[in-house]
């Protein structure tokens, strides 16, 4: 069995070791040595890591003790987000000259649709080089892309030839692409899913394949249903260039735990003011209130609460997450605490959609 064209063109751009190559880059003492962004304090987490640094295993999301221990000579320096904002908006200058459909992710990765491209170059491939080759000179930066018939097939290709690389996988090798490919691999399967399809005994797409619709969803409900259709190559999801915005939200992680609701009332307060003046800064309101806690013990809980009406304004969050806090007894001192707002008003904004797809584009990947 094979696919069936049309094909849609699409590249995954994403950018090497982001915050760690920019802070390179800008503080040339810092090339070619093992460094991390964030990390630093008693209770840093690495949020980026130079490819010299995870030569020593330091990875993101690892707490800052750890990787200092995996590489003692590891730099830590803080991260600068405005600084990567503004390379974001200049990468973004650069696929939009390319195509009007691109979809951000993050601030160093997006979706190009360039099944119709704005200069005329019927290669994928080669478009993606030369995007690549914009980035570097406009920004100094490397970026890696993936380029494939559907953004689940680009994402994944993106990453093999990373970093300063990138990866084209053709109509005709996307089943036996899937079917090679080890289920960790996935996008949208995390450890915990990839460990219970170990335990059912898939281990890369061709086992998954093997497996009924109907024995997927029973395992893993609407997503069991996601990956029988993934792992065929069939993923319509377009590129939408307004990626409706689910919630808005504000966290912060302490110094020391928490184990009294009076002090993470102050803290509410502050979280309350930044998230209400978030969601002022994009005019937007919301009716769902979550907060989030994340105890001492690392078990994180959320408790939500909808209420009618749409509401933006600071005091009013404030009441509700305090409700929230009071509803049940902490079951631990708490590390952090977040306030988020969803069903926000602007559910109804139509995505722009991509042209239709043409039949002669099953060419020149
Ligand atoms: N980031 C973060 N916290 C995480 C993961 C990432 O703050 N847990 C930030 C820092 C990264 C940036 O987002 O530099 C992009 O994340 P990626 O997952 O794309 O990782 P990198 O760009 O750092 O590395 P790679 O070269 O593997 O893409
Ligand atoms: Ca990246
Ligand atoms: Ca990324």
């Known amino acids: 069995m094979s696919l069936e064209p049309p094909?849609?063109?699409?590249?995954?751009?994403?950018?090497?070791?982001?915050?760690?190559?920019?802070?390179?880059?800008d503080q040339p003492e810092l090339r070619g040595i093992p460094l991390a962004v964030g990390g630093g304090g008693k209770r840093g987490v690495v949020a980026a890591a130079s490819y010299e640094a995870r030569a020593f295993g330091v990875r993101s999301a690892m707490s800052g003790i750890m990787a200092s221990r995996l590489c003692p000579q590891l730099i830590f320096v803080p991260p600068r987000f405005e600084r990567y904002k503004e390379v974001s908006a200049q990468i973004s200058t650069i696929f939009r000259?390319?195509?009007?459909?691109?979809?951000?992710?993050?601030?160093?990765?997006?979706?190009l649709d360039v099944t119709h491209h704005k200069k005329?170059?019927?290669?994928?491939?080669?478009?993606a080089s030369e995007i690549r080759t914009e980035i570097l000179k406009l920004t100094g930066l490397h970026a890696s892309a993936g380029i494939s018939i559907n953004k689940f097939v680009a994402k994944i290709a993106s990453d093999i030839n990373k970093p300063n690389g990138q990866k084209t996988i053709p109509p005709e090798e996307v089943l036996s692409f899937l079917e090679n490919l080890d289920i960790r691999k996935f996008f949208g399967i995390g450890k915990v899913t990839a460990d219970k399809m170990y335990g059912l005994g898939i281990f890369t797409g061709a086992d998954l394949k093997l497996k009924s619709e109907d024995f997927l969803e029973t395992h893993f409900g609407k997503s069991g249903r996601y990956f029988?259709?993934?792992?065929?190559?069939?993923h319509h999801s377009e590129v939408s260039p307004e990626r409706i915005q689910k919630s808005v939200g504000a966290e912060r992680t302490f110094n020391e735990n928490i184990s009294s609701e009076v002090f993470l009332e102050g803290k509410i307060i502050a979280l309350a003011e930044e998230l209400s003046k978030r969601l002022g800064r994009s005019k937007l309101s919301g009716k769902t209130i979550t907060l989030k806690l994340k105890y001492a013990d690392f078990n994180t809980q959320t408790r939500s609460k909808t209420l009618p009406y749409f509401i933006a304004n600071k005091d009013l969050i404030i009441a509700a997450a305090t409700e929230l806090l009071y509803q049940e007894v902490l079951s631990n001192s708490v590390r952090l605490l977040g306030i988020s707002m969803g069903k926000l008003n602007n559910e109804k904004k139509e995505a722009i959609k991509g042209p239709p797809v043409s039949v002669q584009l099953n060419i020149d990947f």
Do not use: C, W
Not at 7 to 25: C, T
Not at 228 to 234: P, S
């Open 120 to 127: 005329g170059n019927p290669s994928a491939s080669l478009i």
């Open 228 to 234: 029988y259709r993934a792992v065929r190559g069939v």
């Open 97 to 111: 000259q390319h195509t009007d459909l691109v979809e951000p992710l993050s601030l160093d990765e997006a979706y």
């Open 7 to 25: 094909f849609r063109k699409i590249i995954h751009v994403d950018m090497d070791a982001f915050f760690a190559s920019v802070e390179q880059l």
